[in-house]
């Protein structure tokens, strides 16, 4: 699994579990994939990933996303 799927999958987890507990607990838990897709949406423009420079540094193949 190289880090673009890795980033795809954490982010896409996350947003999933925002929905789910702000269903069952809370709205408030919707703010969780309202930052999710910011960061996705800033990530697309200017290339910088926290998740992917992590996991760079902990020697996780790159793909072509995030080099």
Do not use: E, Y
């Not at 954490?10 to 994939?33: D, E, K, N, Q, R």
């Not at 999710?36 to 910088?48: D, E, K, P």
């Amino acid at each position: 699994m190289n880090i673009d799927r890795i980033v795809l999958a954490f982010a896409g987890t996350f947003v999933l579990l925002g929905v789910l507990l702000a269903h069952l607990v809370s709205p408030w838990w919707l703010l969780l994939p309202a930052f999710v897709g910011l960061n996705m949406l800033q990530s697309a423009f200017t290339g910088f990933c926290p998740l992917a420079i992590i996991l760079k540094r902990l020697g996780v193949a790159p793909g072509c996303a995030f080099c």
